[in-house]
């Protein structure tokens, strides 16, 4: 309500806004997508740190980066 | 924060199911708050205090990390933006800024930082002081890995390891080691350190890896701003109260926070601020932004938005006061409040930060009628225009601007005293200045703003009349298209044809209609007077210049532009040329610092196109056929040096051949270090050079005695009071004859003819010249001047002299008498022939002995 009634409110299409609310330069990357990468990456190292005895145990791993971000990871176990 | 990805193995062998874990990224980093929409749903999370919850810090604090993990976030420091300029405002007239005693008397407090900061090193220490502090703040918290990652990088690559650690004081002051040797307490010095950056793009390193930007800072944009209702609780401010700026003088180092005034929202929220900073008792204001119920600094781009602008909403009928400067509105504000309060009803005060008009909110305008307060430059004078544009662009119900300054700080004299080195234009206005401090009724003073507004032409007049803005006729005279009416065609005998021949050559082969010469020499060579002695014999028709003569006709006016010599000895030149009688009738002369001078002379510069267009109309005119330019230097400044300001004084040069005009560009000659003058080489652009038909270098009297130039006669004539140069052809395209030779002369003091001395070719060896009489052939008497020819009937027997006897009757009849001395002189003889020389000038009638002996004989002129 309040918001509609705001001579604020914008017309501007929702791409745009994306587009233009963070980031100035165009060829750089978003500051929010390179965090949510550095955190990916981190993820993957500490998976890494896993013993190599229960890395044996894990057939792989899924990691999926949905916006905004949210991070899913999956293990999946190894058939025995 | 990560996964436990042991506790998930676990999981996915118990049950041989696989194991999900899901999280919600972001939460640690201080990712930037969209200002546009998003901010809807981003306002829908925890308050940004309560976000962070350390419990993984310990056990990450041992990880080590490499430079590689923060290699991406090395920036470069962004290039400077174009400043805004006023080209869209209003033409101002001469320079673009008001005379510093103007500026000094009202105080740098009041005439800097009128849109924001204009310093941009002081701007740029503000950043740093932010960023450091910010750093601080976000490594306390835990909040930035890449931070925690910085002060633990552990390399071993052989010879080249690095180890950084460091930690925070208890004063929040970083103190960080590198390699266990070099400390330091910055960091975006650590940063210089550790990946070899400069301090600006350490600096924009720093920014990256804390989601800040220096744009941030000041660069207003005009995403709006969305409504954060967030309850309608108060922002957490986060904005500091002093800044210790880093790389300034000591004792200046210190910006103090004096005021923080609210942006509103239309929905009563507060959704930025203007913060009023003072460094060393000077103002500036800087815009904070609330992204996530914080308010602050450089984080988030800055929305633009004007002053009470949520007041010009709900009292649309309300008279709106527009200050140009912030500083001013808030300091009328703090006056009202100190009073009786603030009616929005009767009127709304206003302003805004930054210099680009086109991301403001204008509509906020809608309705209102607004009275302009200018700031004191003549820059934001002339933005008035823009500002119109923009308001009445908006659908205000009127525009007034308020004819004079309101100062919010103290200016640095008592403005009613007289202040040297003001324009009587400048006075008026500084006598007219309101200090906001010693008014005692606010109310009152903005009652006589709104009374005494003047309609923005009514604004522009009065400008026009102070010489704050361009007169309109320079406006129409561009705007014309149609070329004025040129000169009619030259007489032919004006352009003679080439010269092969010394005794062939006349005036009109050097100072040739359609075409332009260049005289050059080094400073005092007598550039000034060898150009107006040729005015003088331009004007005369059939005088020697400077061993040429005219052809008895009239050749038309001569304009003379003077950009560099003081008016008084101006004024000295011409008379003693007798130039003074002819002004007005054939003779033309603009002196820049002389009195009454046409509208165009308002910048006195050839790089200015209305200047160059002004003199253009007023040489034709005046009719003028010959034009001199004195000199290049001072009516180019260093543009003089640029190849394309040359094109285009040029080109202008051109037009004015077409018309049939002869332009003379006296220039002065390239110089060494040291002040060695080139011979053959002009100062700057060499354009001028290339494309003149003549060029002249004069020689001047050091070179002469530096060069020990042959001719004895000119080295003594040179080591003697008055003038003496020699007048070399470098280039004579319509009499190549001159071409390398020199002409030498001497002008004694207070004289307005040139002595011959002697002329030398290329070898710099004599060569035998006889400069014609100082008369006019027969031929020009019937057409000139038939007086003048029966006066010189008598003198006929003067074409039957020797050279040597022609040398000293020339002398006696300019000094009125001739010693045996004086021969010998002149003759660069000994005494007997110089006495045999004067007995036979004697014998021929033409001198009488004075019936003196010994050092007192003398002969005179037999008149």
């Known amino acids: 309500m309040e918001s509609a009634m705001s001579n ?14 963070q980031s100035y330069d165009a060829k750089k990357m978003d500051s929010d997508t390179r965090d949510a990468i550095s955190s990916l990456r981190e993820e993957m190292h500490e998976m890494l740190q896993l013993p190599s005895e229960d890395l044996a145990k894990v057939d792989y791993i899924e990691w999926k980066l949905d916006w905004k971000p949210v991070l899913t990871s999956r293990l999946y176990p190894k058939k025995i | 924060m990560t996964f436990d990805y042991k506790e998930m193995v676990k999981e996915a062998i118990k049950t041989s199911q696989p194991a999900t874990r899901v999280r919600q990224l972001g939460c640690h980093d201080k990712t930037p708050a969209s200002v546009s929409q998003m901010t809807l749903d981003t306002t829908a999370r925890v308050a940004p205090l309560s976000r962070c919850h350390h419990s993984s810090q310990a056990s990450l604090a041992q990880q080590t990390y490499t430079r590689t993990h923060l290699k991406r976030f090395i920036d470069k420091w962004p290039a400077r933006d174009q400043a805004n300029k006023a080209e869209d405002g209003i033409a101002l007239a001469g320079k673009d800024s008001f005379s510093s005693a103007f500026t000094a008397a009202l105080g740098m407090a009041n005439t800097t930082n009128i849109c924001g900061l204009d310093d941009v090193l002081i701007k740029a220490a503000v950043f740093e002081a932010l960023l450091e502090r910010e750093a601080s703040c976000q490594f306390a918290s835990g909040s930035n890995a890449n931070l925690r990652a910085l002060l633990n990088i552990k390399e071993s690559h052989g010879r080249e390891s690095m180890t950084v650690s460091g930690e925070l004081g208890p004063d929040n002051e970083l103190r960080w080691t590198l390699n266990l040797r070099t400390t330091g307490t910055t960091w975006a010095r650590l940063l210089c350190m550790i990946f070899n950056l400069s301090r600006m793009d350490a600096l924009a390193t720093l920014a990256n890896i804390l989601s800040m930007s220096f744009d941030n800072l000041s660069k207003l944009s005009s995403d709006r701003h969305a409504v954060e209702l967030k309850g309608g609780s108060r922002p957490i401010e986060d904005v500091p109260d002093s800044l210790h700026l880093p790389g300034l003088p000591a004792g200046s180092a210190c910006a103090e926070l004096m005021e923080i005034r609210y942006i509103y929202g239309n929905a009563g929220q507060i959704i930025g601020a203007i913060l009023r900073y003072r460094l060393n008792g000077n103002d500036f204001c800087l815009p904070a932004t609330v992204g996530r119920g914080v308010l602050c600094m450089g984080k988030y781009k800055p929305t633009a938005h004007f002053l009470n602008q949520h007041l010009m909403d709900q009292h649309p009928f309300a008279p709106v006061i527009f200050f140009q400067d912030m500083r001013t509105a808030l300091a009328f504000e703090r006056m009202l409040g100190e009073t009786q309060g603030y009616d929005p009803e009767e009127f709304i005060i206003t302003a805004h930060l930054g210099t680009d008009l086109s991301v403001l909110p204008w509509n906020y305008f809608h309705g209102h009628e607004v009275v302009f307060v200018p700031a004191p430059t003549k820059v934001c004078m002339a933005m008035v225009k823009l500002y119109r544009d923009y308001i009445m ?10 004819p004079g300054f309101l100062l919010h700080s103290k200016p640095s004299c008592d403005l009613k005293e007289h202040v040297t080195g003001v324009t009587d234009a400048e006075d008026e206005l500084l006598r007219g200045a309101v200090r906001l401090d010693t008014v005692e009724r606010p109310t009152w003073l903005m009652e006589q703003v709104a009374k005494k507004g003047f309609s923005y032409d009514d604004f522009v007049a009065w400008g026009q009349k102070l010489g704050i803005f361009k007169a309109p ?46 005289l050059m020499g080094a400073k005092g060579a007598g550039k000034t007077q060898v150009a107006l002695s040729a005015s003088h014999s331009i004007i005369k028709g059939d005088i020697m210049w400077p061993l040429f003569r005219g052809v008895g006709i009239n050749a038309g006016n001569v304009a003379y532009i003077d950009a ?10 011409l008379e003693q040329h007798g130039l003074t009688t002819e002004t007005g009738h054939r003779f033309f002369g603009l002196s820049r610092f002389g009195d009454d001078l046409p509208e165009f002379c308002n910048t006195f510069s050839l790089t200015d196109a209305q200047f160059r267009e002004g003199l253009f ?18 009516l180019m400044g260093d543009a003089v040096h640029q190849g394309k300001a040359a094109q285009e004084v040029l080109d202008w040069v051109e037009k004015l051949q077409q018309c049939g005009l002869c332009v003379v560009l006296v220039h002065h000659k390239f110089e060494h270090e040291g002040g060695i003058a080139h011979s053959d080489k002009a100062r700057g652009s060499q354009l001028f050079i290339i494309r003149a038909r003549t060029v002249i270098a004069l020689v001047s009297r050091t070179e002469i005695l530096r060069e020990a130039v042959e001719s004895e006669k000119v080295r003594s004539a040179a080591a003697d009071d008055g003038l003496t140069v020699g007048v070399r052809f470098n280039a004579s395209k319509p009499a190549p004859v001159l071409e390398k030779r020199t002409f030498w002369l001497h002008l004694p003091l207070g004289a307005s003819e040139w002595q011959f001395l002697a002329a030398t070719g290329a070898d710099g060896t004599e060569i035998p010249f006889l400069p014609p009489a100082d008369e006019p052939a027969e031929s020009m008497v019937s057409a000139y001047d038939a007086s003048a020819a029966s006066e010189n009937a008598g003198e006929a027997e003067h074409c039957e002299l020797s050279e040597e006897e022609r040398k000293v009757y020339e002398y006696a009849k300019s000094h009125g008498e001739v010693g045996t001395k004086d021969a010998k002189t002149q003759l660069s003889y000994g005494d007997t022939r110089a006495r045999e020389v004067l007995q036979a000038l004697a014998e021929k009638g033409l001198l009488v002995h004075n019936n003196k002996n010994g050092r007192a004989t003398a002969y005179l002129v037999n008149k």
């Open chain 2, 617 to 634: 109309h007023y040489l034709l005119e005046h009719k003028c056929r010959f034009v001199f330019l004195d000199n290049l230097t001072a």
């Open chain 2, 393 to 402: 662009g908006a659908w205000a119900q009127d525009f007034r601007i308020y």
């Open chain 2, 473 to 518: 006729t320079i406006a129409t005279h561009l705007g014309t298209t149609t070329q004025p009416h040129a000169l009619a065609p030259a007489n032919p005998a004006l352009t003679p044809e080439r010269a092969y021949n010394l005794a062939d050559v006349n005036l009109y082969h050097i100072l040739r209609p359609g075409s332009y010469a260049v």
């Open chain 1, 8 to 21: 604020e409110k914008s017309t501007e299409p929702l791409g745009k806004a994306i587009a233009s609310a």
């Open chain 2, 564 to 573: 560099e010599t003081p008016h008084d000895e101006y004024c000295a030149n």
